[in-house]
């Protein structure tokens, strides 16, 4: 019973970096969606995927990029690491945008230096 | 736009206590309404949820009333235990939405 899988979870970074946090779901679920999590802020949408091909932007997008080329697939590129994305991250995914039970992966936790 | 308050935290209760973790909403439509938990170390995961005015989610031994009038979708439970050690989100989905929105999260942490 995999569900959502995320990796790696925890990378060190240092400012100008890029990188990608992986994320795989084997629900055959067609909404994915990224959300960072920070203290005392609860969790902010990144990006989300209503399907294959499809994203689009939530409330906090700057800096970060994602692709959709399969079903089980949603990445997050980080083109540039800045301190200000030292976060927690987590992806998760439902079978549709409105049914509202998301299944959440562990969370990777990125330390911008 | 929508937004969730949830009580401030810390909470530290002892074992076998009432607990009430208070959230209230505001929502530009009618909103589905969810009580998520994140254990240490894992990912958030859903504890209960009401879609409309005056549902009663329960699971676990928790409930959270959906209550229209006050805006309001509080959690309770009649006696905590040790296992119940987490962070509790409050939050919400407006039908047609492409998210939820979360509340800032209480951590929740019972004594033997």
């Known amino acids: 019973n995999a569900g959502v899988t995320q990796t790696p979870k925890f990378q060190v970074l240092k400012t100008g970096q890029s990188m990608t946090l992986q994320c795989a779901q084997d629900m055959n679920h067609e909404y994915m969606s990224w959300y960072r999590q920070d203290p005392g802020m609860g969790l902010r949408l990144i990006h989300y995927?209503?399907?294959?091909?499809?994203?689009d932007q939530g409330e906090v997008p700057n800096g970060y990029n994602v692709s959709r080329s399969t079903t089980e697939d949603f990445p997050l590129r980080l083109l540039s690491a800045a301190p200000s994305q030292t976060s927690v991250y987590f992806c998760?995914?439902?079978?549709?945008?409105?049914?509202?039970?998301?299944?959440f992966g562990e969370g990777s936790r990125l330390t911008v230096l | 736009g929508d937004s969730v308050t949830q009580m401030e935290g810390p909470v530290t209760l002892s074992e076998e206590a009432f607990l009430t973790i208070n959230c209230t909403y505001t929502?530009?439509?009618?909103?589905?309404l969810f009580w998520y938990v994140q254990y240490p170390g894992e990912g958030l995961q859903l504890l209960l949820k009401?879609?409309?005015?005056?549902d009663k989610g329960s699971n676990k031994g928790f409930e959270a009333t959906y209550r229209k009038e006050t805006t309001s979708f509080h959690l309770e439970k009649g006696s905590v235990q040790v296992s119940d050690s987490a962070v509790y989100f409050c939050?919400?989905?407006?039908?047609?939405?492409?998210?939820?929105?979360f509340g800032q999260g209480t951590r929740l942490t019972i004594n033997p």
């Open positions: 939050a919400l989905r407006v039908w047609g939405a492409q998210k939820l929105v």
């Open positions: 998760a995914s439902s079978t549709g945008p409105n049914t509202g039970e998301l299944f």
């Open positions: 009401a879609t409309k005015a005056d």
């Open positions: 995927s209503v399907g294959a091909g499809i994203t």
């Open positions: 929502a530009t439509g009618y909103p589905s």
